[in-house]
C-alpha cells in the first residue's frame, strides 16, 4: 500500500508537470462551455420537455469531445514506460505489479475527474449569472456526475489496458478509442434493424452509455449500471495486471 | 549472495541462456563477461526478477527469485542496460523517488539520497533535469539509484557502455570502492575493466558458461606459450638464425622492418624466460637494440582462447583454420597492436602466420 501512494503521486506529479493536461483541460471545458451555451439558446427558441442536463449529456456533440479525452490521457501509462526501458527499474523495485497498475490508473482516474469537473460548474454559474429559478434537480446533476464518473472508470481502464498491449502511445491510442467507440455504439445496436422486444435488444441495453446517462441524469440512480461500470473496470484492471505479468510466464 | 543452477530462459525457438549455473559469493566482485548477445543481460534480468526463468532457478541471499521475488528485490540494487531514467525529473528527485519505493522512509531517504549522490559526485547536477545531463551524468545517476538503500547486493549492466576513456576510468575506480561495502555482479564486454576490477570472472557464450575463475587463473591456464619482442639494427637472416640457436626458443618471426631496425617477435616455450640469453647474445654481437620485451598474455587473449574453444565455432570464424593455426595466429597478432584492433573488429577471423617471413 506504501508503494501504491508513492507511486500515485509520482504519477500525478508526472501529468501536472507536463502541458498536456492543461491543454486537454483547457479544450475539453472550452469545448463544452460553447456546447452548454448552444443548448441554452436551442432550449430558448424550442421548448423542450426535458432539462438542460439531459439535453447537454444527449448530445452527440458532448460524447465526441469525451471520448477524444481517453487516448489523451492513457497512452502514456504502460507504453512511455516499456519504450524507454523504466519499466525495468521500475518493476525490479519491491513494488507489486498490482501497486504499480493501480496506482497508475487511479492518478489517471484523478486526471480524469479534474478535467471533467469544470462542467459541473457550468450549472450553478448558470443560475448565479441569471438568477433563473432552477430549471433542473439538484439529484440530476449528482446523477449525471456520478454516471460521468462511473464511466469515467471503465473508459480509462480500457485505456490502461491499452496501453499496456503496446510499447507505441499512438497505437495505445487508437486501441483505447476504438474501444471505447465500440462500446459506445454496443448500446446503439438496439436502434438498428433488430426487432423490438427480442431478448436481444434487451440484454444489449444493458450495454447502453446512453441510457444509463440519461437515467442517472433525471435523477434516478440505478444499481445496474453502477456494478456494471464496477465490475467490468475491474476485469480490464485484472487483465493488464496479467499482461504486465506476462514477461514472467514460465513458457 | 548467488546460486544459480541450470538457469534458463528460452524465447520463442530460440534459447537465450541455456542451464547456466553459477555462484557468487558475498563481497565478491565477479564479472560477467561474453560477447554481445551471449545472454548476459538475460541472465542479470531473471536474477533481478525481471523476467522469469523458463527453467532452473536462483537463489538471491538466500531467496528464491521466483518464490520470493520481493525479498530478492530488496537486497539487489540493480542498474539496467542503457540506464533508463525518467527524463521529466530532477536528479534529487528522481533518486528520492527511488528511494522511497525501494522502502525507506522520509528521513533515511533524505540521508541516502545526499549519501548516494557523493558517492557518485552529483551534487552539481542535483536540480537539474535528467534530460539535459551528459550520457557520464546519466551513467552515475543509474549507479547512484543502485546503491541508494545500501542493497546487499550491487548488478551492474554494462555500466562503462558509452563513456569516454576517462569516465570508464573513474567508474572503474568507483565500483572498485563500492566493492568494499556490496558484493558486485557487473556485465560488461570491456575487458580490461573485468581485470582491474573483478576479483572473478564468468565467461558466458551462447548461453553456456565457458569459464568462471579468477583473471590471473585464466590467463595462466591459456595454453599459449611466451612470448618476447626484439628489436634490433642488422640484417634479418643471420639475426634470425643467431636468435633461433638459443635453448627454449620455439620460432621467429619478423614483425616489421623499419629502415635498419628490426623487430623481431620470438616465441618461446611456455613459463622460459630467454631475455638473459637474448642480452648475452646482443651483447657479443655487439647489436644495437632499442626493444627488448616480454609480452604478458592479457585476460582478452584468454578471453578470445576460451571463446574459440568453444563446441561451435562463431559465424566468423574461418572453417579453414584448424585449431593449431589460430592459435598460431594469435600469438603473431598480439605482438603487433595494430593488428590487435583489427582483430578485434573483425572478431576472431585468423590469418595465418607464413612461417617462411
Redesign the interface.
Known sequence: M??FF??FG?ELR?FF??PLAYVVMALFTFLNGWLFISMVKAMQLQVSSRSLIYNLFSSGWFWMGYFILFPLITMRLFAEERK?????????????TAEVVLAKYAATVVVYVVIVAPVFLFFPLFQAVTGEEAAFHTGAVWGSAMGLFLVGLFNVAIGTLASALTTNQLIAAMLTFVFVMLHYFLGFLQNFGMVPGSAWTAGMAYFSTTEHIQSLSEGLIDSRPVIYYLSFSIVLLAFTHLIVES????? | MIEARNLTKRYAGRTAVDAVSFEVGKGEIVGFLGPNGAGKSTTLRMLTCFLSASEGTATVAGYDIYEDSIEVRRRVGYMPENVPLYPDMRVDEYLRFRARIKGLGWRATRFAVGEAMDICSLAEVEKKMISTLSKGYKQRVGLADALVNKPELLILDEPTNGLDPNQIRQSRELIKRLGERHTILISTHILSEVEMTCGRVIIIDRGHIRASDSPQNLIRRLRKPGSVILELKGSVEPAKAKIEGIDGVKEVSVIHERGAWVSFAITTDPLVDVREDLFALVQREKWSIRELASRAASLEDAFVDILQQSPATTPGASEESPALNLEESITAEDLDESALVARDEEGTKSNPVDPAV
Open positions: 506504501r508503494a508513492i507511486l509520482k508526472s508537470l507536463s524507454m526501458g523504466t519499466i525495468e527499474g521500475l518493476l525490479t523495485a519491491p513494488v507489486r514477461r514472467k510466464w514460465r513458457v
